[in-house]
């Protein structure tokens, strides 16, 4: 199960809407070994475009470096669909490479940049195999344990 807070939740779906009908792209760090999604990210999509997200190169190295000196790792790692479902892609499926992460997928296909609700999924993919989980939206994350 993914739990999240409300304000982390909230600046993912922001994300997705603001960039539509373009896919956006992020991470949400956390402590080592935590599964705490604790710092927002938002990425740039590279490919910018409406059917495939990319990462840029530069800015990811960059962050990964930035969370190895902070003792973090990526806890989720989300993007949006703009026109399809929130359900990985062959092409998503591909692209999962951290097997300790929740990829998290936001569908803005109904209501696109304007209010309304959205499509808020996250999955575990380890070894090209996709399991849906429950997400849990929480006021708060549980005070962490020294260490976690």
Do not use: W
């Amino acid at each position: 199960m993914l739990t999240i807070d409300q304000a982390t939740y909230d600046a993912i779906v922001a994300h997705a809407k603001r960039d539509h009908p373009d896919e956006a792209c992020g991470v949400v760090a956390g402590p080592e070994g935590s599964d705490r999604p604790e710092r927002f990210v938002p990425m740039v999509n590279a490919a910018g475009s409406p059917t495939f997200y990319e990462f840029d190169s530069t800015e990811l190295l960059r962050l990964y470096q930035e969370m190895d000196s902070r003792g973090e790792e990526p806890v989720v790692v989300y993007h949006s669909h703009t026109a399809t479902e929130a359900y990985p892609s062959r092409t998503d499926i591909g692209l999962a490479m951290e097997p300790g992460a929740h990829y998290v997928l936001v569908s803005t296909r109904e209501h696109g940049n304007n209010d309304g609700p959205v499509e808020f999924r996250s999955y575990r993919i380890v070894d090209g195999e996709v399991t849906e989980e429950e997400v849990s939206v929480v006021a708060h994350l549980p005070a962490g344990h020294p260490g976690d």
